[in-house]
């Protein structure tokens, strides 16, 4: 099972995310989901709410963001994983997204998830992304009926993002038990692999997704602790490893 | 098909290229279902009759298409009409909305509903179609707004709703409309979201509207039976644009009436000193649909700001984006001052205090009317009471209450 870990982009600077970044590579994780912050995330909990408004008041540029990446992208000394933007269309339209599109390939990305750009509304950007050779992962939720998911898998590419319960991104205790029947349902509706996120945190979790989904995504639990690099009683050194161990240790829990 | 102006939105929720649906794939398949209930109680004598009767013995419609003979003598011009929905249960035109969403919540088998607010019209409105249909009620506002707006909270508690303070962001209506949202991703299959104004995913926007749009169909009618004539000029103001186009709508294929929407205007043009923005927006998606929005080169939003709780807004509907440019309706400005003044004007000639959201029609109102003949007739739709805003009126004005 491939682990996919989210980070916030520069909360609370670049230099810092890509710290996180050559970390998060060192500790063996297979892809890393870079969230773009946003001003008016409505799929999103207070965790990476929170971390979004950080990142925005001290400054953060989409521009600066793709120019940090294709500089770390270039250095030889580093072999980063695939790198996916979470990315809103807000941003995307208003940055131009022929611009945004080509900027974001240069910068080393290999896809884009676009949460408030349903299968309906995607299939404009869905060429674009191809034209780039860019992927364009799709969400589908619990509540989304088969119809609607037929229609969603035929603009996909990459993976198929399975939102684990209706509600914002957020840590929570348990996964819901229908979850493995939603799986297997989407199993049989498509070939791409299949990535579950929403409310994992935990190597139990991971148990449970085991032998039934391809990755997992984990969110809030990691950007939980970016909150430590604006605390100036912490040390930066010691969070990027917290983050690192945790990371880590999530990495090892899909191999176990 | 005709290529009329008021034959939006299609089946997607487009306007012209506005509106559609931006949002997480969670909400799409409610936003089907209500799209297709919504069409199905349309079509239906019974929700419609139920919906009239309401209308009238609840709401208190038709409400007046007054003649203003000292403000019309004040300006020296055309006659001026004020459409009272300040006469209305609740004292503004948001209960027409909300009356017809709390029907179609029912309608879905729905016992909750979310709303959010900025003044606190709409949360009222939805507390009070919530009490009188027994629905749970719960209404998000932002903590800057429930320090603005006491009075409101109290009368929403009164009436059984809980209201959520909003801490994130601005606090202000933007930042309950997200929360709003984030609600409704946990809880759709159980709760109907009342959205207050002519925004959001398809089908808000048209289900607004045509909510709304019984202040057009009144206002044309009165005033056919009143002067014989249809009026030359009809003013609203624009927060989200409900009031506005649900009295413009029932004009769209008039082409002799002339349209005028009036934004908060603000301290001025600078950005975060105003929420006009229809006159210094770009287009962008904003709240789950595509439109003009203040944004910045990013595409993040802008703070806002207005004198006016209802008006503080960085988006507008996607129905107006539409008609700003195919030049249908204009659009302008009128900053808090000039607002104020159209409050005490109102209130000293007609004894009427106006909402300070209507007092930007007003003002733009007065500012025009002199350049018009006697036989012009101008509507200017006065879309609430001022009782709300005594208290910050007269803090701006230094006197005591
Ligand atoms: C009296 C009144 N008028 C106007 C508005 C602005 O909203 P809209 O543009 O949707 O009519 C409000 C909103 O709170 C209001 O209370």
Known sequence: MAFMPFITAGDPDLDTTVAVLKELAHRGVDLIEVGFPYSDPIADGPVIQESYTRALNNGFHVHDLFEALKTLSADPSITLPPLVGMVSYAIIFRYGSDKFLNEAKAAGFSGLIVPDLPGDEAQELAEKTKAVKLDLVQLVSPLTPENRTKRIVQVASGFIYCISVAGTTGVRDELPPELTAHLESLRSLTDLPLAVGFGISNPNHVNTLRGKADGFIIGSAIVKQFAAFSDPAQNRDAVLKAIGDYAGEMAAATKG | ?401
């Not at chain 2, 700003?324 to 808090?336: L, P, Q």
């Open chain 2, 1 to 401: 098909m005709t290529t009329s102006l008021s034959n939006v939105p299609d089946s997607a929720g487009r306007f012209g290229e506005f509106g559609r649906r931006f949002v997480p794939e969670t909400l799409m398949h409610a936003l089907e279902e209500l799209t297709s209930e919504y069409e199905k109680a349309k079509q239906d004598p019974t929700f419609q009759a139920e919906l009239d009767d309401l209308l009238k013995h609840y709401v208190g419609r038709p409400n007046p298409l007054y003649f203003a003979e000292r403000l019309t003598q004040h300006c020296g011009g055309g006659k001026i009409y004020l459409k009272r929905e300040d006469l209305n249960h609740t004292g503004a035109h948001k209960i027409n909305n909300t009356i017809g969403q709390a029907l179609l919540t029912m309608r879905m088998g729905k016992k909750r509903v979310i709303a959010e607010t900025g003044a606190g019209q709409h949360g009222v409105a939805s507390a009070v179609a919530c009490a009188r249909f027994g629905l749970d009620c719960v209404v998000y506002m932002g903590e800057e707004d429930i320090r603005r707006q006491k009075l409101n909270v109290f009368n929403m508690k009164m009436m059984g709703a809980e209201v959520r303070a909003v801490t994130s962001g601005s606090r202000t209506l933007r930042d309950a409309v997200n929360e709003a949202m984030r609600d409704w991703m946990s809880s759709v299959e159980t709760t109907h979201y009342i959205i207050g104004s002519v925004i959001g995913p398809h089908p808000f926007p048209m289900m607004v509207r045509d909510f709304q749009s019984v202040i057009g169909k009144e206002t044309r009618a009165q005033c056919l039976e009143q002067t014989g004539r249809l009026p030359d000029q009809v003013i609203a103001c624009v927060g989200g644009g409900s009031n506005s186009a649900g009295m413009f709508y029932p004009f769209i294929d008039d082409e002799s009436v002339k349209l005028i929407g009036v934004e908060a205007g603000g301290r001025g043009p600078e950005p975060g000193q105003h929420a006009s923005t229809l006159s210094y927006g770009a287009k962008g998606v904003l709240h789950g649909s595509f439109g003009y929005v203040l944004q910045d080169d990013d595409g993040q939003t802008l703070d806002v700001h207005s004198i006016s709780a209802g008006l503080d807004y960085p988006g507008v509907g996607p129905e107006h984006s539409y008609w700003k440019d195919s030049g249908r309706v204009n659009y302008t400005a009128i900053t808090d001052d000039e607002a104020l003044e159209g409050f005490q004007t109102m209130a000293k000639l007609e004894g009427i205090i106006p909402a300070i959201e209507s007092s930007h029609a007003v003002a733009h109102a007065l500012k025009v009317a002199r350049d018009t003949g006697p036989e012009e007739i101008i509507v200017i739709c006065l879309s609430g009471r001022g009782d709300k805003d005594v208290n910050e009126v007269a803090r701006l004005l230094d006197r005591d209450i």
